[in-house]
């Protein structure tokens, strides 16, 4: 199985601040990178498909990049309602994985 | 709009089979060039993929589960199933359905991103 590792674990941040969020993958994946968003008892919500491709209706403030094994996940002007777990996902190979999540918390 | 619901038992007993359905509103689940997953993720842990099927019955499943799982489509209905057999504790988890879309709007070719899911179940393995 492709592994998927995601740093940091958790980071807090103030609104307005811009925050990058990593994901590596255990072998080259492309651009088959996709990044979920989770609240507190909600299902995760696509933000990010195909490493940079901005799903419709995501604030363009979410973005995207990488390819091969690493991926960053960029928020711009950090909002209130930004304070989740990010998951990265890759749908390179069965069976498909995601990373352990990060927690971002807005202080 | 699409929309899934899961349902089905929150409670399962040891050893016995966990059974749940998922249907789908908004659109045919034989329409477009989707896959109709399930995925679960155990409370406070990550996202755990079960496995997929095609509106024409191909199945692709996680081999961690594969002996113990399957997944079966309805199209009449419009919904899909799972069934994972022989179920301990460490099944316990919230159980998601979720659409796997393989081309953007634009065509571009993406081999499949959660973009449509259920709300989730939760089902307890408990005696």
């Known amino acids: 199985d492709i592994q998927m590792t995601q740093s940091p674990s958790s980071l807090s941040a103030s609104v307005g601040d811009r925050v990058t969020l990593t994901c590596r993958a255990s072998?080259?994946?492309?651009?088959?990178l996709n990044w979920y968003q989770q609240k507190p008892g909600k299902a995760p919500n696509l933000l990010i498909y195909a490493a940079s491709r901005l799903q419709s209706g995501v604030p363009s403030r979410f973005s995207g990049s990488g390819s091969g094994t690493d991926f960053t996940l960029t928020i711009t002007s950090l909002q209130p309602e930004d304070s989740a777990i990010y998951y990265c996902q890759q749908n390179y190979h069965s069976p498909y994985t995601f990373g352990q999540g990060t927690k971002l918390e807005i202080k | 709009q699409v929309q899934l619901q899961e349902s089905g038992p929150g409670l399962v007993k040891p050893s016995q089979t966990l059974s749940l359905t998922c249907t789908v509103s908004?659109?045919?689940?034989?329409?477009?060039?989707?896959?109709w997953n399930w995925i679960r993720q155990p409370a406070g842990e990550g996202l755990e993929w079960i496995g997929r099927v095609y509106s024409s019955g191909t199945t692709n499943y996680n081999p961690s589960l594969k002996s113990r799982v399957s997944i079966s489509v309805d199209t009449s209905k419009n919904q899909f199933s799972l069934k994972l057999s022989s179920v301990t504790a460490a099944d316990t988890a919230v159980y998601y359905c979720?659409?796997?879309?393989?081309?953007?709007?634009?065509?571009?070719?993406?081999?499949?991103?959660?973009?449509?899911w259920g709300q989730g179940t939760l089902v307890t393995v408990s005696s």
């Open positions: 979720a659409r796997a879309n393989y081309y953007d709007s634009s065509g571009y070719d993406t081999s499949g991103y959660f973009d449509y």
């Open positions: 072998q080259s994946i492309s651009n088959y």
């Open positions: 908004g659109g045919p689940i034989s329409s477009g060039t989707y896959y």
